[in-house]
């Protein structure tokens, strides 16, 4: 079980200085308006949320019987949230899905867009998006999975029309995730760039996390170097749904994955490490069923709402910007997730997912 991280000697270093009046904060050290975002260890490593009720959930109409909304990302721009999310309708057909509003209490009210009526999406296979400002080249960018990584550009996110025809990132599969995928396969793509290259992460279902590798100069072309870059002898232990994302000012990236809780109730879960650069190792923060990141086990819902999901899936945190570094709060952490009625069953294409909002209650900030 991980333990929490131990702030001794930081702690001592900082009294220390204080004491003899030498403390200096160098620029950046702390997000703007005091937040704390540049602690040098903004997690805690036990955590707790409060849950809201369903917040979006699905809009069908006659072109589109659709059962379900799940895999938002999830933006602020020119005053408004906007979601793009994953649809599925009762011939499991898979595609995506747009909605906005200016508040999350206007959420459920809010139309929802279907993607398919944009000419260069149609009717396609598509899945699982992930939207960012690319700031190098002033465009904006969707990321999803069409089958392979593939990627589509607007330069107005607020307008689902005006998202481009995809293209793959890669164009093929990478030997390494022909050799470990097994029966599954690579899916629930996401990337993140520091200051000198860009990063593609992957699941495979099949107890892998990948990694590939291209410089800023180059994205969205040059992705090589694939490589496992967390493995699981069980493999709904590291199943899919990664996230990664930068923590304020701090120097460390945080990365989520979904797992499935085999040793007791099979209930979708996040695991959770951290790193210190976004090319390193992936220590583990959060990471067991009984420790869990986002667990049914850690979670309260607000006031009022019923314990309307054990499920805590899919999802996306709510960022401080909207560029390429994903960089978030670690003093509030909030993630909107797929969550559904815990007595549904049947085909997966079929359950009947709705996205609520997570606030972290135990902030160490």
């Known amino acids: 079980m991980t333990t929490p991280r131990t702030r001794t000697f930081a702690s001592g270093l900082v009294l220390l200085l204080l004491a003899v009046g030498t403390l200096v904060l160098s620029p950046g050290s702390a997000a703007a308006g005091g937040t704390g975002a540049g602690r040098e260890d903004p997690l805690p490593g036990v955590f707790t949320w409060s849950s809201t009720g369903p917040l979006i959930s699905p809009k069908p109409d006659a072109a589109h019987p659709i059962v379900s909304v799940k895999d938002p990302t999830v933006f602020r721009y020119k005053n408004r949230w906007h979601v793009y999310m994953t649809t599925a309708d009762t011939s499991g057909r898979w595609s995506l ?20 009526t944009n000419p260069n999406i149609g009717n396609r296979y598509a899945a699982a998006p992930q939207v960012f400002y690319f700031a190098p080249q002033k465009t904006w960018y969707m ?64 107890g892998h996390q990948y990694r590939a590798r291209t410089t800023v100069a180059e994205f ?58 976004l090319g390193g190792t992936w220590t583990p923060l959060a990471d067991t069923e009984a420790g869990a990141f986002i667990r049914s086990s850690n979670v309260t819902f607000a006031d009022g709402q019923t314990a309307w999901t054990t499920d805590f899936s899919h999802g996306e945190m709510i960022r401080d910007g909207v560029d390429q570094t994903l960089t978030i709060n670690p003093c509030r952490l909030r993630y909107l997730y797929q ?24 902030s160490s900030c």
């Open 143 to 206: 990321v999803y999975q069409t089958g392979p990584p593939s990627y589509s550009t607007s330069k107005d996110p607020a307008d689902p029309g005006s998202w481009s025809a995809p293209r793959t990132f890669l164009d093929s599969e990478p030997p390494v995730v022909t050799e470990n995928k097994g029966s599954g396969g690579w899916l629930d793509f996401w990337t993140i760039c520091d200051k000198t290259d860009c990063y593609l992460f992957f699941s495979d279902d099949n």
């Open 97 to 116: 899905a747009h909605t906005s509003f200016a508040d999350f209490s206007q959420a459920a009210a809010a139309p929802q867009t279907f993607l398919d």
């Open 220 to 277: 969205p072309g040059g992705f090589r170097d694939t490589t496992v870059v967390l493995s699981e002898p069980n493999r709904f232990d590291l199943f899919e749904a990664s996230n990664v994302y930068r923590l304020g000012d701090s120097g460390t990236y945080l990365m989520l994955v979904e797992a499935l809780a085999t040793g007791s109730d099979w209930r979708r879960y996040f695991r959770a490490w951290t790193a210190d650069s």
């Open 339 to 362: 969550g559904m009625d815990p007595s549904a069953g049947g085909d997966y294409s079929q359950l009947p997912w709705s996205l609520g909002l997570l606030t972290q209650t135990n």
